[in-house]
């Protein structure tokens, strides 16, 4: 290197040779070319017979990819000294541990004093070691290059951890098994919250379970007297129409209205109450679906005047159960009518296909929905302000939503491209 030749660097090293009959160094050297290489330099003096200076022997390696791969294992020695999360360790061919990083300390509770030069199976229970399988693991390793398994380890103080663990065979470039690098990672507290959560899910089954059976016997028990009060109005009206007064009349109709709220609510709360118990998904139409909906509809589009638009793309075919696409439509349909504009209700109803997917948009023309109202709007029982006066039992929304998502669908409302609100779902295509 020029600097070395300013410094005299060369001369040393003869000096030293000569001094202590062989100078080593080992440092940057220059090719013809001007490149560099990292070089081992030996410097022996050559003497004649009666011990005169002939010259020097001057050998020289090129140690540059040796000096690369030992600065690569030093970062890779030093990431794994910084790694405190995961055992990171070294196995001989036999399983004895001949490297412990901070991790496995950490993880297992041993120094590197007390670990190094052991066989991996103290980690392993009684019934492992029975059984053989830290052998089992290391052999399959060896054959198929990695071992991996979650299973429960021990530590030093006799504790139990659940584990996920990787054992990977390590082989030179001729491909003789050198050993094996083997990782651990504590997995207890994941276990523990996944099994809480499948047995909260299992509890919640059970609820949704008790829940159907109740309100299938709550409807069932609530039916009968209204049909029971239904039946006596009406047979009033038919044998003493002529008898009553006016005011006999309105009460009559009061209770003929009460008896369809509460039979809607019944029904709605049966329909809230299976909502986790649809049919199996099969391809609907969502036109023909339309159409039955709006079939339905008719006398309550009728009586609000309301002009119900259908620009639904050619095709638009949903895998879902054919009751749930029934019942999200009639709810987003008839909310449509009931709260588009107070003079000229007007629903649009239209679909857009979404990758795989199909997005099926349902507008009016009323006042919209505050935002701030947008996160309850589909909870149960919620009702709007604005909507408080208009029939209805705050289920219709929580009992689409629920459709919806059984198939894996979403479903939202936001601004329309006029005034009003655009509710919209998403659902598989078939």
Do not use: C
Request: proline content about 4%.
């Amino acid at each position: 290197m020029p600097a070395d030749v300013a410094d005299g660097r060369p001369g040393l090293l003869l000096e030293a040779a000569l001094r202590d009959g062989v100078a080593e160094e080992e440092g940057w050297r220059v090719r013809r070319d001007g490149s560099r290489f990292w070089a081992t330099v030996v410097v022996r003096p050559v003497r004649e017979e009666d011990g005169g200076l002939l010259g020097y022997a001057y050998v020289l390696r090129d140690l540059t990819q040796r000096r690369r791969d030992m600065r690569e294992l030093e970062q890779f020695r030093r990431l794994v000294q910084s790694v405190r999360d995961y055992a990171i360790f070294l196995l001989s061919p036999s399983g004895q541990i001949s490297t412990w990083n901070p991790g496995a300390e950490r993880l297992k509770g041993y120094t590197s004093g007390e670990a190094i030069g052991r066989h991996f199976s103290i980690f392993y229970t009684e019934a492992d070691r029975l059984r053989d399988h830290p052998a089992h693991e290391l052999e399959i390793a060896a054959r198929d290059g990695r071992f991996e398994e979650e299973g429960w380890r021990l530590r030093k103080d006799g504790s139990s951890f659940w584990a996920n663990v990787v054992i990977s065979a390590v082989r030179d470039d001729g491909g003789a098994l050198l050993g094996f690098a083997k990782v651990t990672q504590d997995l207890t507290d994941r276990r523990a919250a996944e099994r809480a959560l499948r047995e909260a899910n299992e509890r919640l089954e059970r609820s949704n379970q008790e829940l159907e059976r109740f309100a299938a016997v709550a409807a069932h028990d609530l039916r009968e007297p209204l049909r029971t009060v239904s039946g006596f109005s009406d047979l009033l009206r038919e044998r003493y129409d002529d008898a009553l007064d006016e005011r006999s009349r309105e009460y009559l109709g009061h209770i003929g209205s009460a008896v369809t709220r509460m039979e809607r609510l019944v029904s709605h709360l049966l329909a809230y109450a299976r909502g986790g118990h649809g049919g199996a998904p099969q391809p609907v139409d969502v036109a023909s679906s339309l159409e039955h909906v709006l079939a339905e509809l008719r006398a309550m589009i009728d009586e609000r005047g309301a002009r119900v638009t259908i620009e639904l793309t050619p095709g638009t075919v949903v895998l879902a159960d054919p009751v749930d696409v029934d019942a999200v439509l009639r709810n987003l349909v008839s909310n449509a009518v009931k709260f588009g504009d107070a003079h000229a209700p007007v629903a649009t109803v239209r679909s857009a296909a979404v990758g795989d997917r199909w997005r099926v948009e349902v507008l009016d023309n009323g006042a919209g929905i505050d935002p701030s109202e947008r996160p309850r709007i589909f909870w149960a029982f919620h009702r709007l302000p604005a909507g408080a006066g208009a029939p209805g039992t705050g289920l219709g929304l929580t009992i689409a939503q629920r459709a919806v998502e059984r198939h894996g669908g979403e479903i939202g409302v936001d601004d329309g491209p006029g005034p009003g609100s655009r509710f919209w779902f998403v659902l598989p295509g078939a």
